[in-house]
Nanobody, 115 residues
Framework: QVQLVESGGGRVQTGGSLTLYCAAP????????MGWYRQVLGKEREKVAT???????DIVDSVKGRFTISRDNTNDSVSLQMNDLKPEDTGTYYC?????????WGQGTEVSVSS
């Protein structure tokens, strides 16, 4: 069974909005931190926003005020509301879930922002 399932990517113009969603149907262990990472071709994957099980958020400065991360512990899901998107937000967004036994990654969802 797939551990993490992502959805919500797409193409928007500058200033547009998208919401990414990630569920963890295949993870049976208790999940600690969940979050979103972004990767651009030729560059390393970088953190965008994470949230711990008790709600502590860590959001990178470049998206603060524009992106909101939220989590639902009842169904082990995490969302990323992205507003006022900019071309530099373009990339493949990956969901990550961390458990005591290991780290899980989603398959990635594409976000493209045109100017």
């Amino acid at each position: 069974q797939v551990q993490l399932v992502e959805s919500g990517g797409g193409r928007v113009q500058t200033g547009g909005s998208l919401t990414l969603y990630c569920a963890a149907p295949g993870i049976t262990r208790k999940i600690g931190t969940m979050g979103w990472y972004r990767q651009v071709l030729g560059k390393e994957r970088e953190k965008v926003a994470t949230v711990s099980r008790d709600g502590r958020e860590d959001i990178v400065d470049s998206v603060k005020g524009r992106f909101t991360i939220s989590r639902d512990n009842t169904n082990d899901s995490v969302s990323l509301q992205m507003n006022d998107l900019k071309p530099e937000d373009t990339g493949t967004y990956y969901c990550k879930a961390q458990t005591f036994y290991g780290v899980y990654w989603g398959q990635g969802t594409e976000v493209s922002v045109s100017s």
